[in-house]
Structure formats: structure tokens, C-alpha cells
């Protein structure tokens, strides 16, 4: 009897010890679809952060932004090292000493966080900033701007969540800059195109 009873008991054993490798366990698979789950909600919250529309400040920055940097196209040019010379095409240029620019691939990044794609490719078909020896040189071309515009108003319009208008309106004043005898009025769309806020139109108001 004592046999049989010792019998069953490993028996019971063996069952427990059965039942306890079947039990789930995360197979490989599984494990990796954590990963892979975190990375879908990045995608789509930058996705989100793209379609924010920017605030009145935001735009206003982007503005100024944008005016400085179109300005060293169309009015004056980056800071520059005089000393560093070098002729290139007949031309003189002069190396740029500004930081963040250390070669035309930075200045054309930076323009493609401002500008469209084809206003920045008309800036720089200008040749006004070439890459020489894997440094950035600039041609100096500097001029005045209009004496007789005066005070500048701006406003922003909201046309829809994908496009507002930067506007701005500048006084005309008389040849004796005493009296406002004229405005012109310059309208600048901010769209938003891809995955970013850029101005599709641009120029300088004076």
C-alpha cells in the first residue's frame, strides 16, 4: 500500500511540473512590438507638431527671420573677414565670418527653414555666396534703401490653418520727409508646406 501512495505522489509531482512549463510566456515576437508601438506614436505626434499653427509672436519671428536673411541677398552681405580674399570667376569674394555658417550647405539649410524651395534656389543662383576650399565666401554688394519710406505698420491675417498673410504697409513720405503722401503695401503668404511653416513669397520693403 505504501508503494501505491508513493507512486501516486510522484505521479501528482510530475503533473505540477508539467502544467507549470505550459504556462504563457512573451515570446520573442511580442517583446519586439514594444519598440516598434513607441515609434508609431513618435511619427504621429511629429505629425501633430507639424500642423500647429503657428502664434502671432511665432510668425512675427519668423518674419524677422526671414527679412535679415533675404537682406543678405538683396541689401547688404553676411559678416565677412575683409583680410581673407580671393578671386574667383573675375570676381573678389571675401570669407564669411559668421557662426553657424561654415559652408554654402549651412546657409542653404538654414534658408529652407525660412523660404519655399524656389525662392531659396533663386537666392543662391545669384552666386553671391560660392564654397571655396569647403569655406564659405561671400561677393560684397551692398546698397541704400529707400529714404523716403517711413514708418512700417504690420499686420498678420489668418486666411486658414494651412496659410496666413504677412502683411506690411509702409508710409511714403513727401521730399521733405514731412508728410505721408503715399503707402505701399507688400502681402506675404506663410504657408504651411511638408512638414514646415516657409514663406513662399518674399522681398525686402525698402
Same mark, same amino acid.
Given at each position: 500500500?505504501?508503494?501505491?501512495?508513493?507512486?501516486?505522489?510522484?505521479? %501528482? *509531482?510530475?503533473?505540477?511540473?508539467?502544467?507549470?512549463?505550459?504556462?504563457?510566456?512573451?515570446? &520573442?515576437?511580442?517583446?519586439?512590438?514594444?519598440?516598434? $508601438?513607441?515609434?508609431?506614436?513618435?511619427?504621429?505626434?511629429? @505629425?501633430?507638431?507639424?500642423?500647429?499653427?503657428?502664434?502671432?509672436?511665432?510668425?512675427? %519671428? $519668423?518674419?524677422?527671420? @526671414?527679412?535679415? $536673411?533675404?537682406?543678405?541677398?538683396?541689401?547688404?552681405?553676411?559678416?565677412?573677414?575683409?583680410s581673407s580674399?580671393?578671386?574667383?570667376?573675375?570676381?573678389i569674394?571675401?570669407?564669411?565670418?559668421?557662426?553657424?555658417?561654415?559652408?554654402?550647405?549651412?546657409?542653404?539649410?538654414?534658408?529652407?527653414? +525660412?523660404?519655399? =524651395? =524656389?525662392?531659396?534656389?533663386?537666392?543662391?543662383?545669384? !552666386?553671391?555666396? *560660392?564654397? *571655396?576650399?569647403? $569655406? %564659405?565666401?561671400?561677393?560684397?554688394?551692398?546698397?541704400?534703401? !529707400?529714404?523716403?519710406?517711413?514708418? /512700417?505698420?504690420?499686420?498678420? *491675417?489668418?486666411?486658414? =490653418?494651412?496659410?496666413?498673410?504677412?502683411?506690411?504697409?509702409?508710409?511714403?513720405?513727401? /521730399?521733405?520727409?514731412?508728410?505721408?503722401?503715399?503707402?505701399?503695401?507688400?502681402?506675404?503668404?506663410?504657408? +504651411?508646406?511638408? =512638414?514646415?511653416?516657409?514663406? &513662399?513669397?518674399?522681398?525686402l520693403?525698402?
Amino acid at each position: 500500500m505504501k508503494k501505491i501512495i508513493r507512486v501516486m505522489a510522484i505521479f %501528482l *509531482i510530475l503533473l505540477s511540473l508539467a502544467a507549470c512549463s505550459n504556462s504563457e510566456v512573451p515570446t &520573442t515576437e511580442e517583446v519586439e512590438e514594444v519598440p516598434a $508601438a513607441e515609434e508609431e506614436v513618435k511619427e504621429v505626434s511629429t @505629425a501633430q507638431e507639424a500642423t500647429i499653427v503657428p502664434t502671432d509672436e511665432e510668425v512675427k %519671428l $519668423a518674419y524677422e527671420k @526671414a527679412r535679415e $536673411a533675404y537682406s543678405w541677398f538683396d541689401l547688404t552681405t553676411m559678416y565677412s573677414d575683409g583680410s581673407s580674399q580671393t578671386e574667383y570667376n573675375g570676381n573678389i569674394y571675401v570669407k564669411v565670418n559668421q557662426e553657424g555658417f561654415e559652408s554654402l550647405s549651412d546657409l542653404e539649410s538654414y534658408l529652407h527653414t +525660412l523660404f519655399s =524651395d =524656389d525662392i531659396v534656389d533663386s537666392l543662391l543662383a545669384t !552666386n553671391r555666396y *560660392i564654397d *571655396i576650399d569647403g $569655406a %564659405l565666401y561671400a561677393l560684397p554688394a551692398d546698397r541704400g534703401t !529707400n529714404i523716403f519710406a517711413g514708418e /512700417e505698420h504690420h499686420k498678420i *491675417i489668418r486666411e486658414s =490653418d494651412k496659410k496666413i498673410i504677412y502683411e506690411v504697409t509702409v508710409d511714403i513720405l513727401d /521730399e521733405n520727409f514731412e508728410k505721408v503722401v503715399d503707402e505701399e503695401v507688400y502681402s506675404f503668404a506663410y504657408e +504651411l508646406i511638408g =512638414d514646415k511653416w516657409v514663406f &513662399t513669397n518674399f522681398s525686402l520693403v525698402r
